[in-house]
């Protein structure tokens, strides 16, 4: 079966503009999480989402935002980006009736300018 | 906070040697513990997950290792290839500071031919 995709995968946006990221879960999963990757922080947490509805949240500020719809395909948001943001963010998907493996996407790579 | 940290940094081997990854967290409460490799430019691909009740896993030529009481995992990799050269994380869930997975900073690996 198709595994996490993510779009787009390579995007550029200037400082102050708003970004939406897309994620489709590998079929059947019902959690979606969100992180974001930097060569000085490494892999943080954003949010996860289970049917829904947000079920964890990360230390990151609200101009991170995420959502899910009832298919489980979810969508985070970043607006008023900061050259800070620029980073791969990584969409992953996971079921319990697998034992909670997660699975990830491609990433998407953001370049603030 | 849970806090994950892995040694080492970096290693780098002749083929056919076999070796030991390791990785330690602060809080032992964990749900499971998960590796995963990440090659360059790319999302992380899952290798073993590791149940809290679970001592080890194994998977082909891997063999993950699990000490709740000690904070410690490690992954053993046997009679190792130029193809398992990637970067390495272990993430654990849960515990007592939150559900998310927490992500170590990774070991990079580089086999020799």
């Known amino acids: 079966k198709a595994g996490v995709t993510q779009t787009p995968r390579y995007l550029i946006k200037t400082r102050g503009q708003q970004v939406t990221l897309s994620c489709s879960p590998i079929?059947?999963?019902?959690?979606v999480s969100w992180y974001q990757q930097t060569p000085g922080q490494g892999l943080q947490f954003l949010f996860e989402?289970?049917?829904?509805?947000?079920?964890n949240k990360g230390n990151f500020p609200g101009r991170f935002s995420g959502r899910q719809f009832s298919n489980s395909r979810s969508e985070m948001n970043v607006s008023t980006l900061e050259l800070g943001d620029s980073a791969l963010y990584l969409c992953?998907?996971?079921?319990?009736?697998?034992?909670?493996?997660?699975?990830f996407g491609e990433g998407s790579w953001l370049t603030v300018v | 906070k849970q806090e994950v940290t892995q040694i080492p940094a970096a290693l780098s081997v002749p083929e056919g040697e076999n070796l030991v990854l390791n990785c330690s967290f602060t809080?032992?409460?964990?749900?499971?513990l998960q590796w995963f490799r990440q090659d360059p430019g790319k999302g992380l691909t899952s290798l073993l997950l590791?149940?809290?009740?679970?001592r080890e896993q194994t998977s082909g030529r891997l063999n993950a290792s699990l000490d709740k009481s000690s904070g410690r995992s490690t992954l053993y990799i046997a009679a190792s290839q130029p193809g398992d050269s990637a970067t390495y994380l272990c993430?654990?869930?849960?515990?007592?500071?939150?559900?998310?997975?927490?992500f170590g900073p990774g070991t990079r690996l580089s086999v020799l031919p």
């Open positions: 809080d032992s409460a964990i749900y499971n």
């Open positions: 993430a654990v869930k849960g515990g007592n500071y939150g559900q998310n997975f927490v």
């Open positions: 992953a998907s996971s079921a319990w009736t697998e034992g909670n493996t997660i699975y």
């Open positions: 989402y289970f049917s829904e509805t947000q079920r």
């Open positions: 590791i149940q809290s009740s679970q």
């Open positions: 079929s059947g999963h019902r959690s």
